[in-house]
């Protein structure tokens, strides 16, 4: 795939902007009294003259510091919040964990759907409910409800950008969850001057979206761009920018606007290709008398949702994560006088989770004064994080029984996730497993290096404040890794 130059808007599937580390190659090893000055002389650099660096390295073996810059200090962290979700998540719910979503029967012929948020639902799934169904032998369905209370508050986090909330990767969070709350488009060139073929993965959508197309197709020397965006009060989709004649699709996600309704009416088609037609469709919470479970569809285990998260930095996989957290809190269960008179105000999951995060981190050792968070996906520029904490995150994972699960979620160097085009030319092989985080302005990278001659370390490197690209933070960032690369004792 070609490197495009992008907006906030352009909402590239899976897409990260790679940089592979292009450093020249330094011959022999340097000592770690060596190295303070060495990354000084990178950090110091003028053109990060307005940037702010954080940064820890230690032995993995023990909180001796090799290097350290404004590590108790806070920062913006972007994606590499990452790491504190799906740590807590793991303490707490365990590897082996899943999420179940159920169908019950209901009323005058009709049928309940109770989502808990599993992410990873797409069509397979619910084509599984609608043929357990059919094996029950429903025939038709006069309404098919949506309960979609199991996540309470706001779908969208009220601290995430305006241009994020219209994005794939800021698609909302709520308990009925489809093809990741997205609309999955592809954007192929034409001939020169033509506008660029707009696609829609799921063709009924189509039907349902009205296409504002101002691209166009332009000649292979110029620049490429797409930006992506939708109204928030009509279905409308806007697609702005260029592409190369003769290269290759790019594609695009957009947000759905109600994910519930977008659930409902997937899984209403579901049922019809199954010979179940169903008459109506509404989202409302599931009836006491909702009580036969007809149906079931469980999530991949924890282990896997966590490595979707760090490995390709999903978003939506991470905030899932943490409203679950805050679904298991233990809480007293209030008095039965108070529970049958009068409604019991409940607090947004999200927020339950993020109290819940910080008291499973807290045990598991890590200082909780040392971040606040306002998310669970990093997407958040409310997120304050200090390098020491994500080394204390990783260290005290690397010793939980959790501590192979969790390392082997994250990116590798070279091979595979938001890493795989990174270090790919290096003077040595660096085996490194870390987290990437990216937003305007902030480069973070926190993780795990086997060095050759030297011990293993756990770092945190985070840029803020820079006026300079993604690319240039990067860069920098590696140029640092790869100095660690190459420590020996001595």
């Known amino acids: 795939m070609k490197r495009i130059a992008v907006s906030l808007l352009v909402l590239i599937i899976g897409y990260t902007p790679q940089v592979v580390a292009q450093t020249p190659a330094v011959a022999g090893d340097i000592c770690p009294g060596e190295l303070g000055a060495q990354v000084d002389a990178i950090a110091n650099r003028p053109e990060f003259s307005r940037s702010r660096w954080g940064i820890l390295i230690q032995p993995l073996s023990s909180t001796t510091t090799l290097y350290s810059r404004d590590a108790q200090k806070y920062f913006i962290p972007a994606s590499n919040a990452k790491l504190l979700t799906t740590a807590a998540a793991l303490q707490k719910l365990g590897a ?27 069509e397979a799934q619910l084509k599984s409910l609608a043929q357990q169904l059919k094996q029950r032998g429903i025939s038709q369905v006069n309404q098919l409800i949506g309960d979609d209370s199991y996540f309470l508050g706001s779908a969208v986090n009220p601290n995430w950008e305006w241009e994020d909330a219209q994005a794939g990767y800021g698609a909302p969070i709520n308990s009925l969850i489809f093809n990741q709350n997205a609309i999955d488009l592809l954007l192929s060139p034409q001939a020169l001057g033509q506008p660029l073929k707009v696609t829609f993965a799921e063709p009924k959508l189509a039907n349902q979206w009205q296409l504002q197309n101002n691209t166009v197709t332009v000649a292979q020397n110029e620049s490429e761009f797409i930006e992506v965006g939708r109204e928030f009060d009509r279905p ?14 790019e594609s695009a996600y957009v947000a759905v606007v109600n994910p519930a309704n977008n659930f409902l009416q997937s899984f209403q088609q579901a049922l019809a290709t199954e010979g179940i037609p169903v008459k109506q469709t509404l989202v409302a919470s599931a009836s006491r008398n909702s009580n036969q479970e007809l149906a079931t569809v469980e999530s991949p285990p924890l282990a896997e949702l966590v490595r979707e998260t760090n490995r390709e ?46 008291t499973v981190l807290t045990q598991l050792g890590v200082n909780p004064n040392s971040y606040r968070l306002a998310d669970g996906s990093g997407l ?17 994972m690397a010793n939980s029984p959790a501590a192979s699960i969790y390392r082997a979620s994250l990116p590798i160097a070279g091979e595979s996730g938001t890493l795989k085009n990174r270090f790919n030319i290096t003077p040595n ?15 973070a990278l926190s993780g795990y290096i086997e060095v050759p001659n030297y011990e293993p370390l756990v770092f945190s490197i985070i840029v803020n404040q820079s006026d300079l690209s993604a690319a240039k933070m990067r860069s920098a960032t590696d140029e640092i890794v790869l100095l660690l690369n190459r420590l020996r004792r001595c």
């Open 96 to 122: 082996d964990f899943r999420i179940k979503t159920s169908v019950y029967s209901g009323e005058n012929g009709s049928l309940y759907v109770a989502g808990r948020g599993d992410p990873s639902i797409a």
């Open 236 to 249: 409308i989709i806007r697609v702005s920018g260029q592409l190369n004649v003769g290269g290759e699709p």
């Open 313 to 358: 930095s999903n978003n939506l996989y991470a905030e899932v994560l943490l409203r679950l957290l805050g679904k298991v809190t233990d809480k007293i269960p209030l008095p039965p006088t108070l529970t049958g008179k009068m409604p019991v105000p409940q607090e947004d999951t999200g927020e339950s989770g993020l109290k819940e995060l910080k």
């Open 380 to 396: 958040s520029r409310h997120n304050l994080i200090t390098p020491e904490a994500l080394v204390e995150t990783l260290r005290f």
């Open 429 to 443: 092989r660096v085996i490194l497993q870390a987290k990437t985080g990216t937003l305007s302005g902030v480069s």
